[in-house]
């Protein structure tokens, strides 16, 4: 039997029930489920504003663009970022036409603050924080320093659906937060994600954007009675990144057992951190003490990574890695060893199976393997 990193688990009555629904009203587009998962998504993280999309990487885009259009920022204004995030957080950057400024890690593997302090210049004018695994890190120091030099701070969430961090639910004070309800991550439908700004103009301009800059969405127009429901108004260029009623029908059903399956994550996570104390030569990444991570990913670092994981594979059990600095990928060179700690990591990170359907004995089996690879090298 072969040990995946991911396996999506549907509850796939539940799910088929809610696209039937969809199917037999005639209404798989925007509106209709849309509203619904916006409306149980605020419910569920008490966030103020929710507005569902195609993607969280149209929603880092769309969180960039509109701070960037709102405040007047021009091209060569920038925003600090990580080197040790899936290439979306980064592009969204470039989509905006800004300039990507990068900070270094710390043993959480989110950014660290002393190395973002240094980064911050007269230009800095946004930061993006990525919780990577569900893990806040020092997202409140950090935090404390965008509020000091009037940094927007833009949680790039994706991993983050479920986290608390100080018991609030991951964005409470972020200026916006985007979570991704990717095929694979810890809340999957196949793609789709969640835009939540704190302030409700924002809400509303992300609404319109997200629908190519049309000032009033079909549903609306629809309940809009008379010979003028086929209106609207463009007055700026928008995008075409709202999610769709089949993807929030999806979302409805993995947000009900959210809670649930982190707890269980945790759990997980809890049965690796026993099982791989005290092993020489591998340790796993820590969560700041202030977080309840959604434990999206548990990873662990060890020298000769490449040939841990050639060995892994052979004995059939397939983690994974998040991610290899992108400061390796042609836009975003930079010099490797002027990011220490994430060029370390890039380097030694392994991402262990995380999903729904392993249990105990799987965990004993992987990290026994993992063991002896790591004892015989
Ligand atoms: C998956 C991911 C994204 C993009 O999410 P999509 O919904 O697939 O666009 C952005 N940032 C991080 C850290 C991710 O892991």
Not at 301 to 317: H, P, Y
């Amino acid at each position: 039997m072969s040990i995946q990193l991911f396996t999506p688990n549907f509850r796939v009555e539940e799910c088929l029930e809610e696209v039937r629904e969809c199917l037999e009203k005639g209404w798989t587009g925007l509106g209709f489920k849309t509203q619904e998962i916006e409306e149980k998504w605020k419910e569920y993280t008490k966030l103020p504003y929710a507005h569902f999309l195609s993607s969280a990487t149209a929603g880092l885009h769309l969180a960039l663009e509109i701070f960037k259009r709102e405040n007047g920022w021009d091209n060569d204004d920038e925003v600090i970022t990580t080197p040790l995030t899936f290439i979306s957080t980064n592009h969204a950057i470039l989509y905006a036409d800004m300039k990507p400024v990068f900070a270094d890690v710390d043993e959480y593997l989110c950014l660290c603050p002393e190395s973002v302090e240094k980064a911050i210049t007269s230009k800095t004018k946004a930061l993006i924080f990525v919780g990577i695994g569900g893990n806040a890190g020092q997202y409140n120091r950090i935090r404390e320093l965008c509020t000091k030099h009037n940094i927007k701070l833009v949680l790039d969430a994706a991993h983050m659906a479920g986290t608390r961090i100080n018991g609030n639910h991951a964005g409470f004070d972020a200026d916006v937060s985007v979570f991704s309800f990717q095929a694979v991550k810890n809340l999957p439908t196949a793609d789709s994600g969640m835009i939540c700004f704190q302030d409700e103009a924002l809400d509303k301009r992300a609404r319109k954007l997200s629908w190519l800059g049309i000032d009033k969405d079909t549903f609306a127009r629809s309940a809009n009675k008379g010979a003028y429901k086929w209106r609207y108004d463009v007055d700026e260029i928008g995008y075409k990144y709202h999610g769709n009623s089949i993807m929030a029908g999806l979302a409805l059903v993995g947000l009900k057992y959210l809670d649930r399956d982190n707890a269980f994550r945790r759990q997980l996570a809890s049965w690796y951190r026993s099982e791989l104390k005290d092993c020489d030569g591998l340790t796993v990444v820590p969560v700041s003490g202030d977080c309840e991570s959604s434990h999206h990913l548990i990873q662990i670092r060890v020298q000769n990574r490449d040939s841990v994981l050639q060995k892994l594979n052979d004995a059939q059990i397939y983690p994974g890695v998040h991610y290899s600095s992108n400061i390796e990928y042609g836009p975003y060179k930079r010099e490797l060893s002027d990011f220490p700690k994430s060029t370390a990591a890039s380097n030694e990170i392994i991402s262990l199976p995380m999903h729904m359907n392993l249990t105990f004995n799987d965990v004993v089996a992987i990290t026994t393997e993992l063991k002896r690879i790591v004892s015989a090298s």
